[in-house]
């Protein structure tokens, strides 16, 4: 289903799914046992933008670190949990507000079902996981190998088996570091499924090709109104994530807030450090509270045009730079200082 008509899920504090805004999710890669390291990195990722974080419950001492993480992070905390499940029963008695598990990989039904007791009692929804690496062989020799159509059953073969132990508190994803066969099985299970969608691209790589992947996947998917909640999975650092998911969101307008940078891509008639420039504005405005479109612009031909099509911008000269506010030229700026008053402008912006 589309992302207005899913089932709405709460998880603590934080509604997914039923047209609620697309929540924006990373996942934690300290040691979970490490209290502190963990926290410090939660409340970093909090800062940046991350909605609802993930940590891996590997081990029982994980699952008890959870109950003080808890009390020093302000965002709901899914925990992530394979092959064990006495770590989901543990993680969510020490106050997970989710877990991610694949109950293909847990046991038989009764552990499942001790696992749905137990999130049935503390009322924490079940985020049934299907990765296209850990496929039954039964589903691959069906569809000969492994497909959209196979990851697809394997992921409703789960959820019916929670609902069958009664319980409908799901969120479903299903992943695949293949793009194309992962926004097709998205597309096959949003015709079925109505449970809320957690969206991206698994295994997707470095910041470059991690970020490429992920825009192409996710924004085809989103495009087409699927998806409740998000995750860029980046090899690197989790902050990351959260800066390349919330410029998606909004590339396809999908979230509202923050400055938008745009910047020419220079040429030969660039006569400032406008690469350089480009990457300091971008970074100056990440703590701005502004609604608003910047434009960096390398000269005096392009430039002022540009510029002036943004709510601010600048156009660069011979060792300094107009700055233009509302298509007016309001000043002329050092090389040196133009960053410095950028920001002065920014931070007494009256719109
Ligand atoms: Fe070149 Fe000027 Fe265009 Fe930048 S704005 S690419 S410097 S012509």
């Known amino acids: 289903m589309k992302r207005e008509e899913t089932k709405a899920i709460r998880i603590g504090d934080r509604w997914i ?29 909090e800062a940046a933008g991350c909605e609802i974080i993930r940590c891996a ?25 394979h092959f064990d499940y006495r770590l989901a029963i543990a993680a969510i008695e020490h106050g997970a507000d989710k877990i991610r598990i694949n ?55 789960k959820v ?36 809320p969608l957690h969206i991206g691209i698994t ?13 192409v996947g996710l924004g085809i998917m989103l495009y087409q109104g699927l998806g409740d909640t998000i995750r860029v999975s980046l090899t690197g650092d989790p902050l990351e994530e959260i800066k390349s998911a919330k410029l998606i969101l909004k590339t396809l307008g999908l ?15 660039t006569k400032i450090d406008l690469i350089g420039l480009a990457n300091q504005v971008e970074t100056m405005v990440a703590d701005i509270p502004l609604d608003i479109k910047v434009a960096v612009m390398g000269c005096v031909v392009n430039g002022p045009g540009e510029a002036r099509e943004a709510d601010i911008g600048i156009a660069g000269g011979i060792g300094e730079g107009l700055l233009i506010k509302k ?9 040196e ?15």
């Open 17 to 45: 799914g039923g047209g609620n805004p697309i929540a924006i999710q990373s996942m934690t890669n300290t040691k979970t046992e490490d209290v502190k390291a963990t926290v410090e990195q939660i409340l970093k990722l």
């Open 57 to 81: 419950v590997p081990t029982m001492e994980a699952a008890e670190a959870l109950r003080e993480i808890k009390k020093q992070i302000h965002i709901p905390l899914v925990a992530d949990i």
């Open 103 to 157: 109950p293909g990989n847990i046991g038989d039904s009764s552990r499942v079902r001790a696992v749905v007791d137990k999130a049935k009692e503390y009322k924490v929804p079940i985020r049934v996981g299907v990765n296209s690496g850990s496929l039954e062989k039964s589903l691959i020799e069906k569809y000969g190998g492994v497909t959209a159509e196979g990851i697809v059953e394997s992921a409703l073969d």
């Open 160 to 195: 019916r088996m929670i609902e069958e132990m009664d319980y409908d508190q799901i969120v479903v994803s299903i992943k695949s570091s293949d793009v194309l066969m992962c926004v097709k099985a998205h597309e096959l299970i949003s015709e079925v499924c109505p449970y």
């Open 203 to 215: 295994e997707s790589g470095t910041l470059l090709s991690g970020n490429i992947k992920s825009s």
């Open 255 to 269: 979230r509202k807030g923050g400055i938008e940078v745009v910047s020419c891509p220079t040429c030969g008639r």
């Open 327 to 335: 298509g007016e030229v309001i000043k002329k700026v050092k090389e």
């Open 337 to 351: 200082e133009l960053l410095s008053t950028l920001r002065e402008e920014l931070l007494n912006w009256k719109g």
